[in-house]
C-alpha cells in the first residue's frame, strides 16, 4: 500500500505541476490579451475623438466640444481629454510629453505613454485632431492599469486555491473512489448531454447503482422528456403565429390597395396635364405637320405611361419587384424634364437640367426611375407657388448609406433642388410615410415620396433631404454605379 500511496502521491503531483505551469502561462497570456485590448480601445477612443471634435468644434465651436468630452467622460477608470501643443504649463490643455512624442505628434502619428506605477499607473494615447496642419491640438485618452494589476494578483490567487482544490481531489478520487468508478459513468454522460445538443432526444440513459451520477442520469432523463414537450408546443405556438401574421399582412395589402385608389387622381395628374397641353397644340393647327406628329408621339407616351403608373401603384401594395437592367439616368431624367417642362412654365417655373458628359450608368427599371424624377420635380414646382428655378444635377461620388460610414461605395447621385417654402423639421421626420401630408384635403394624398422611397430602396439605393425654411430643398437620390 505504501508504494501504491507513493505513485498515487507523485501522480497527483506532476498533475498539479502540470496545472501550475498551465495556468501560469495562461495567465500571463491573458493578461497580455487584456493590457493589448486596453490599449486597442484606448487607441480607438482616442481616433474617434480626433475626428470627432474638430467636427464639433468647427460646426458647433468649443464649448459644445467640451460638453461632449464632460458627457464622454467614464468616471476616474476612462478619460478623455482635448489636449494642446504649445500653451502654457497653467493651461488645463496643456500636456507634458517627451520631446520626440512630440515630434511624432507634430507630424501627425499617434503616440502613447505609461505614466505612474501600481495602482495609480495610467495608459495615455494621444491623437492629433483629423486634417489640422500645422498640429496644434490633441485627443488625449486614458484608461487606468489598475482593473490589469489588480487581474493579475486575483488570477495568481486563482492558480494557488485552483492547485491546491485539484491536488485534494485528485487524491481523494483516485484513492476513495478509483478512476473506474467515475470514468465511465462520466463517459456515458458526456455523450448523453452531446446527443441533448445536437438535438437528438430520443435516446434514454440508465446508470446502474443509486448515487449523484445515477440521479443526473434520471434527471437528463426527464429533461429529455420536458425538452420534448417544450419543442411541440413551441411548434404549434410558432405554427399559430406565423398563421396570424399571414393573415395580417394579407389584410394589410388590401387595405392598401383600397387606400391606393385615392392615389391615383394625384399620380396621373403630371401625364393628363402634358396629354392635355399637346393634345391643344394639335387642336390649335397652328404647328407644322411634325410637330403635330411629334404632339401625337408624345401624347401616345404618355397614354402608356399612366397604364405604367397605375400598373406601379398597385405594384406599391404587392410589393412586386422592378425589372432591372443597365441604362442611362441622365437620358431618364432628360427625357422627364422634357416632359415636364410646359408644366413649370404654366406655374412660372424654370426646369434647368445640368448635362453630364460622361453620362450616370446604374442598373433600374427605367419606368419607375422616371416616376421617381417626376414625383420629386412636380414636388418642387409646388413647392414654389411664385414660380422659380428647379435644379436637376446627376454626378459620381462615393457615398455611404446613413448610419451606416463604413459601406462606402461608387454612386450616381440624382439632385433635385428648388427655391420654395422649404420642409419644417418636425414634419422633415415623417415625409416618407405612406399618407403623410401637408397639402390641403383633395390636393395631395401623402403617397409620391412613399413610393419614391420604396422604388429607390429596391434599386438598393437611398434618398437623403436637405430643407430650410424660406429657401428651399434638396432631394438627394442615390443608386449604386455601375462601373
Given at each position: 500500500m505504501r508504494l501504491a500511496r507513493k505513485l498515487i502521491l507523485a501522480v497527483v503531483l506532476f498533475m498539479l505541476l502540470i496545472i501550475i505551469a498551465?495556468?501560469?502561462?495562461?495567465?500571463?497570456?491573458?493578461?497580455?490579451?487584456?493590457?493589448?485590448?486596453?490599449?486597442?480601445?484606448?487607441?480607438?477612443?482616442?481616433?474617434g475623438l480626433s475626428v470627432t471634435l474638430p467636427e464639433v468644434v468647427r460646426d458647433s465651436g468649443p464649448a459644445a466640444a467640451e460638453a461632449l468630452i464632460e458627457r464622454r467622460n467614464m468616471g476616474d477608470r476612462i478619460r478623455i481629454r482635448w489636449a494642446a501643443l504649445d500653451v502654457p504649463p497653467t493651461d488645463k490643455r496643456a500636456v507634458d510629453l517627451p520631446a520626440p512624442l512630440?515630434?511624432?505628434?507634430?507630424?501627425?502619428?499617434?503616440?502613447?505613454?505609461v505614466r505612474g506605477s501600481g495602482p495609480s499607473a495610467r495608459l495615455f494615447v494621444y491623437r492629433p485632431f483629423a486634417g489640422q496642419i500645422p498640429v496644434h491640438d490633441l485627443a488625449e485618452a486614458s484608461e487606468s492599469l489598475?482593473?490589469?494589476?489588480?487581474?493579475?494578483?486575483?488570477?495568481?490567487?486563482?492558480?494557488?486555491?485552483?492547485?491546491?482544490?485539484?491536488?485534494?481531489?485528485?487524491?481523494?478520487a483516485a484513492v476513495a473512489l478509483g478512476l473506474r468508478m467515475v470514468a465511465r459513468p462520466v463517459q456515458k454522460l458526456v455523450a448523453q448531454a452531446r446527443r441533448i445538443g445536437a438535438g437528438d432526444l430520443s435516446e434514454r440513459l440508465q446508470l446502474a447503482g443509486h448515487h449523484e451520477?445515477?440521479?443526473?442520469?434520471?434527471?437528463?432523463?426527464?429533461?429529455?422528456?420536458?425538452?420534448?414537450?417544450?419543442?411541440?408546443?413551441?411548434?404549434?405556438?410558432?405554427?399559430?403565429?406565423?398563421?396570424?401574421?399571414?393573415?395580417?399582412?394579407?389584410?394589410?395589402?388590401?387595405?392598401?390597395?383600397?387606400?391606393?385608389?385615392?392615389?391615383?387622381?394625384?399620380?396621373l395628374g403630371t401625364p393628363l396635364n402634358v396629354v392635355a397641353g399637346y393634345a391643344k397644340m394639335i387642336s390649335s393647327a397652328e404647328g407644322t405637320p411634325d410637330e403635330d406628329r411629334d404632339s401625337a408621339r408624345i401624347?401616345?407616351?404618355?397614354?402608356?405611361?399612366?397604364?405604367?403608373?397605375?400598373?406601379?401603384?398597385?405594384?406599391?401594395a404587392r410589393g412586386a419587384k422592378p425589372q432591372l437592367a443597365t441604362g442611362d439616368l441622365a437620358a431618364v431624367a432628360g427625357r422627364t424634364v422634357t416632359m415636364l417642362t410646359h408644366l413649370g412654365t404654366q406655374h412660372h417655373v424654370e426646369l434647368h437640367l445640368r448635362p453630364t458628359p460622361d453620362g450616370a450608368r446604374v442598373r433600374m427599371d427605367e419606368g419607375q426611375m422616371q416616376?421617381?424624377?417626376?414625383?420629386?420635380?412636380?414636388?418642387?414646382?409646388?413647392?414654389?407657388?411664385?414660380?422659380g428655378r428647379v435644379d436637376i444635377?446627376?454626378?459620381?461620388?462615393?457615398a455611404s448609406r446613413p448610419g451606416h460610414p463604413a459601406d462606402e461605395r461608387a454612386c450616381v447621385r440624382l439632385s433635385i433642388a428648388?427655391?420654395?417654402?422649404?420642409?419644417?423639421?418636425?414634419?422633415?421626420?415623417?415625409?416618407?410615410?405612406?399618407?403623410?401630408?401637408?397639402?390641403?384635403?383633395?390636393?395631395?394624398?401623402?403617397?409620391?415620396?412613399?413610393?419614391?422611397?420604396?422604388?429607390?430602396?429596391?434599386?438598393?439605393?437611398?434618398?437623403t433631404v436637405d430643407s430650410s425654411l424660406g429657401k428651399g430643398s434638396r432631394f438627394n437620390v442615390y443608386l449604386p454605379a455601375v462601373t
Open positions: 498551465h495556468d501560469y502561462s495562461a495567465v500571463r497570456e491573458d493578461i497580455r490579451d487584456y493590457e493589448q485590448r486596453i490599449a486597442d480601445d484606448v487607441a480607438t477612443l482616442g481616433y512630440v515630434e511624432d505628434l507634430r507630424l501627425g502619428h499617434p503616440a502613447r505613454v489598475a482593473p490589469l494589476r489588480e487581474r493579475a494578483r486575483r488570477r495568481l490567487i486563482g492558480i494557488v486555491v485552483e492547485s491546491a482544490a485539484i491536488l485534494l481531489l485528485s487524491a481523494l451520477l445515477s440521479e443526473l442520469a434520471a434527471e437528463m432523463n426527464l429533461m429529455c422528456d420536458r425538452l420534448i414537450a417544450a419543442r411541440d408546443e413551441l411548434a404549434a405556438e410558432s405554427a399559430a403565429k406565423l398563421a396570424v401574421v399571414e393573415q395580417v399582412r394579407h389584410a394589410d395589402r388590401l387595405a392598401t390597395v383600397g387606400q391606393l385608389a385615392s392615389g391615383v387622381a394625384h399620380e401624347i401616345a407616351e404618355q397614354a402608356s405611361r399612366m397604364t405604367a403608373i397605375i400598373r406601379q401603384l398597385l405594384n406599391f416616376q421617381v424624377i417626376t414625383n420629386l420635380v412636380l414636388n418642387a414646382i409646388q413647392a414654389m407657388p411664385a414660380g444635377e446627376l454626378g459620381e461620388e462615393r428648388d427655391q420654395g417654402v422649404g420642409i419644417a423639421p418636425d414634419v422633415l421626420a415623417h415625409i416618407f410615410e405612406p399618407f403623410f401630408t401637408t397639402k390641403d384635403v383633395g390636393e395631395g394624398t401623402g403617397l409620391g415620396l412613399s413610393v419614391c422611397y420604396g422604388i429607390v430602396e429596391e434599386h438598393g439605393g437611398w434618398i
